[in-house]
């Protein structure tokens, strides 16, 4: 698993590089990426190019070596521009967090020097949200070979690209529950089966995928044959329900800012009363930075405990996702509401904000599945039931 602890160059380099991408590439797309779906591969080739896609890998291969908080940043600042472009870095930030741990090094330094972008291929029609639960088969073909059988039903960049972290059944059916392996982009046999016209999101490329007779070398097993879940619990479950929560966290914010311009900026002509002068409109727009910034502390809570170590830190990790998208979609509807009319026009990113935030609710592991960890955890159960390993 990559260090959650900072100790590379330094974060203030990070934001300087991270804001000539945004301002250069990222902010000028991201209303063309939503209203046409179409992934945002500009914007990720020049967060490549920055080095702002090998942050996460070790030095030792090229990369800058830093930890979960400044990656949970730049996820954040992506959000609260283009929440396409910041679900594609997501992606490759968690599955960069399995190759750090069980990939190899040629690939590991492919993803430090900006030049290879990897995502998760997890979820499966079998199994749907139950990412823990995969349907999708490997065979032993002969020793040095591998057949992977699988209809993947969303894939962030499915596509785009250049490798999958990709779970299936184990090869030993009594191995364990799940095995991983990095599945190369040009593998005879993996194919996109389908397109995505979604709600929001709509430039992450979050299509199905079917591998069909998909053959791999034997080595492309990342981990164990069977070690694949507690791979994904341990070394991937961390960064992808943090850097969720920073995603959350950078649409709500950018929401309320924006709201905030708005009440200022517009007046009633027949008043000269600007929409902040109402002490109703402020106090809606008060609780709205109140359950913003309180998921921001939490978040920062939640960091530190996986820091410092703290016996509450694997707690706090499967609370910060639940409570972040449930945060930004009230935040998001809030300020729907309190922007009337005008927040339905496109210009002014509010429903873009608004559509981009109902993902979280329902990305694996979903709300519901997440207040089920938690209340497992806090009775002294299991995370997952033993039929489900």
């Known amino acids: ?199 929001g999101l709509r430039g992450n490329g979050s299509r199905p995928m079917t591998a069909d007779g998909l053959r791999i070398p034997s080595t492309a097993m990342m981990a164990a044959d069977g070690a694949g879940l507690d791979t994904a619990l341990g070394a991937v479950l961390p960064w992808f329900l943090v850097l969720n929560a920073a995603f959350c966290l950078g649409l709500a914010d950018s929401a309320v800012a924006e709201a905030g311009r708005h009440l200022t900026a517009t007046t009633l002509t027949h008043t000269g009363a600007a929409l902040r002068d109402a002490p109703v409109t402020r106090r809606d727009l008060a609780r709205l930075m109140i359950r913003t910034h309180a998921l921001r502390a939490f978040l920062g809570d939640t960091l530190t405990a996986l820091e410092t170590g703290r016996d509450d830190a694997m707690l706090r990790v499967l609370q910060v996702k639940a409570l972040a998208g449930e945060t930004v979609a009230e935040v998001t509807d809030g300020a729907m509401q309190l922007c009337g009319g005008s927040a339905f026009r496109k210009e002014l990113g509010l429903e873009r904000r608004f559509r981009d935030s109902r993902a979280a609710r329902v990305m694996a592991p979903t709300t519901d599945a997440l207040y089920d960890f938690v209340g497992r955890v806090a009775t002294g159960l299991p995370l997952l039931d033993e039929a489900n390993r």
Request: aromatic residues 6%; proline residues 4%.
């Open 1 to 199: 698993m990559t260090s959650t602890v900072d100790n590379a160059q330094s974060t203030p380099d990070v934001a300087d590089t991270l804001g000539a991408v945004i301002d250069e590439v990222i902010r000028p797309q991201a209303a063309s990426v939503d209203r046409e779906g179409v992934f945002p591969r500009s914007g990720v080739d020049a967060l490549g190019a920055a080095g702002l896609l090998g942050l996460a890998s070790s030095t030792e291969v090229g990369g800058a070596g830093h930890g979960m908080r400044t990656v949970a940043e730049v996820v954040e600042r992506l959000a609260a521009e283009c929440g396409s472009t910041a679900m594609v870095v997501l992606m490759h930030y968690a599955a960069t967090a399995v190759i750090e741990a069980h990939g190899p090094r040629e690939v590991r330094a492919a993803i430090a020097t900006g030049g290879h972008l990897t995502t998760l291929a997890f979820s499966e029609y079998g199994s749907r949200s139950h990412f823990w639960s995969p349907t999708g088969t490997a065979t032993a073909t002969d020793e040095d070979s591998v057949r992977l059988d699988a209809r993947k039903s969303w894939v962030t960049s499915a596509g785009e690209a250049t490798s999958y972290v990709w779970s299936s059944l184990p090869l030993s059916r009594d191995a364990g529950p799940m095995t991983l392996w990095l599945v190369p982009a040009d593998s005879a046999g993996l194919t996109v089966t389908g397109s995505f016209d979604g709600l």
